[in-house]
T-cell receptor, first 114, second 115 residues
Framework: NAGVMQNPRHLVRRRGQEARLRCSPM?????VYWYRQLPEEGLKFMVY????????ESGMPKERFSAEFPKEGPSILRIQQVVRGDSAAYFC????????????FGSGTQLSVL | AQSVAQPEDQVNVAEGNPLTVKCTYS??????LFWYVQYPNRGLQFLLK??????LVKGSYGFEAEFNKSQTSFHLKKPSALVSDSALYFC?????????????FGTGTKLQVIP
């Protein structure tokens, strides 16, 4: 019973490149959340998606960032034209329903922008 | 806007002693409250939650938390700390309204249990 799978674990990009982070939720979960973790800032909510729909993107920067959760395949967090300030750990979580009373987290993707 | 405060960046406790990790919150209406633990290079793991009912909530690994509405607090406790409890602990809150509500996390408290 695999948990939430994120890949890659580490991603290095140069300024201006694109970063794609993938997240496969737990089996049977159709609700996915993306969080960003910076040292001394805790976890910051970015976006909540259900299959094929973005439900809440209030925490996601309006430019360069996008997220999707297609009918088939993993959820993707895409960062275009990365800058050094995008360096962080990005965590994906999933839940069985909208109530999100228990989130299951992946091990994260550490993005480093050179 | 809802928020969570974890006033201590780090808590040190001797093995075998009781531990407390503090958390206060702010939310409109009644809260749902959570504690998660993060071990190095891992994602967060759910420890326990308060939804309604008894103010003392028991969770995984012997942890418990006490909901105090008047003080808007939800402190995490354990009677006897283990070295293996050393980790980063996050408190979180969401509003209790039905359906989806955003979960907001605190900045985390590093717990160091000293052998």
């Amino acid at each position: 019973n695999a948990g939430v799978m994120q890949n890659p674990r580490h991603l290095v990009r140069r300024r201006g490149q694109e970063a794609r982070l993938r997240c496969s939720p737990m089996k049977g979960h159709s609700h996915v959340y993306w969080y960003r973790q910076l040292p001394e800032e805790g976890l910051k909510f970015m976006v909540y998606l259900q299959k094929e729909n973005i439900i809440d993107e209030s925490g996601m920067p309006k430019e360069r960032f996008s997220a999707e959760f297609p009918k088939e395949g993993p959820s993707i967090l895409r960062i275009q034209q990365v800058v050094r300030g995008d360096s962080a750990a990005y965590f994906c979580a999933s839940s069985a329903d909208r109530g999100n009373e228990k989130l299951f987290f992946g091990s994260g993707t550490q993005l480093s922008v050179l | 806007a809802q928020s969570v405060a974890q006033p201590e960046d780090q808590v040190n406790v001797a093995e075998g002693n009781p531990l407390t990790v503090k958390c206060t919150y702010s939310v409109s209406g009644n809260p749902y409250l959570f504690w998660y633990v993060q071990y190095p290079n891992r994602g967060l793991q759910f420890l326990l939650k308060y939804i309604t009912g008894d103010n003392l909530v028991k969770g995984s690994y012997g942890f418990e938390a006490e909901f105090n509405k008047s003080q808007t607090s939800f402190h995490l406790k354990k009677p006897s700390a283990l070295v293996s409890d050393s980790a980063l602990y996050f408190c979180a809150v969401r509003a209790s309204s039905g359906g989806y509500q955003k979960v907001t996390f605190g900045t985390g408290t590093k717990l160091q249990v000293i052998p």
